[in-house]
């Protein structure tokens, strides 16, 4: 048994096993993102959780197989708080292609999704857990510190930071979010695509799937001739990135947006 499998997951309520059954099987009933991707490009979901979010019993293995299996080429892994469950899914992700059930060329870049004093931020391409309750700001600062990119998730979002994406220098901003299901919201966030105060920041797509039938509702197209985790970096630095939303994403945006608690 592997070690994703052996470990339990982080949700410590009880009836989150049954939820999610129920949920990926209403997702179900939406299809299937279809991810399009131009010649000589990579699909990149740069925002998943995994069982060790409180929030999600996705296990690592199936995300990976779920991903590939979309026509993915790499995923991120931002699980809440700590950077555990993107550190096992890069270990699972060696073991899977070791097996062949994964191809070589698929990346895994590790991440984390950080509680600032005001709402979410992410980081990319970092390794350790950063401080938290922080401002904005001030956690930009720790993940540039730490090596990583930040980016500014889901800004117009419950959770997100809102108007204080300006307020910081963002490595990216997240336009395109599988998790903003209010239709003024998801169009708030892909105003920033075009707003001059962020003309320095790389604009993507994620997901943010809680469950496995999400994964690739939103994503990112990169644009980078290296195949590699330096290769990602550097299109994110460079700006070479669009973010994209699913026909499945906006079937779920039309049904769940229906529901406030849900906006």
Request: with cysteine.
């Amino acid at each position: 048994m592997s070690t994703s499998q052996q470990r339990a997951p982080h949700c410590s309520r009880w009836w989150f096993g049954t939820w999610d059954r129920l949920v990926n099987g209403a997702l179900g009933i939406c299809g299937e993102p279809k991810i399009v991707v131009p010649n000589g490009r990579l699909a990149v979901d740069f925002h998943l959780h995994t069982s060790f979010s409180h929030c999600s019993t996705s296990r690592p293995d199936d995300i990976l197989l779920r991903a590939s299996a979309l026509g993915l080429t790499a995923i991120a892994v931002m699980d809440h708080h700590y950077v555990e469950g993107a550190l096992e899914t890069v270990r699972r992700a060696e073991e899977l292609k070791r097996l062949r059930m994964l191809p070589e060329s698929f990346l895994v870049v590790p991440g984390v999704e950080l509680n600032s004093t005001i709402g979410h931020v992410g980081a990319l391409f970092v390794t350790e857990d950063l401080p938290e309750k922080l401002r904005p700001e001030k956690i930009v600062r720790a993940i540039h510190e730490a090596g990583g990119l930040a980016v500014a998730v889901h800004p117009y979002h419950s959770s997100g930071i809102g108007d204080a994406v300006f307020d910081a220098p963002f490595d990216a901003v997240e336009i395109e979010c599988g998790s903003v299901f209010d239709p003024r919201l998801a169009q708030r966030n892909r105003t920033l695509a075009l707003d001059p105060r962020l003309a320095q920041a790389a604009k993507i797509g994620g997901s943010d799937a809680h469950y496995l039938k999400a994964v690739g509702s939103c994503y990112t197209v990169v644009d980078t001739e290296s195949v590699s985790i330096e290769g990602l970096r550097a299109a994110i630095l460079s700006g070479k990135c669009s973010a994209h939303s699913t026909d499945f994403a906006g079937r779920l945006q039309k049904i769940l947006g229906l529901v406030p608690k849900l906006r």
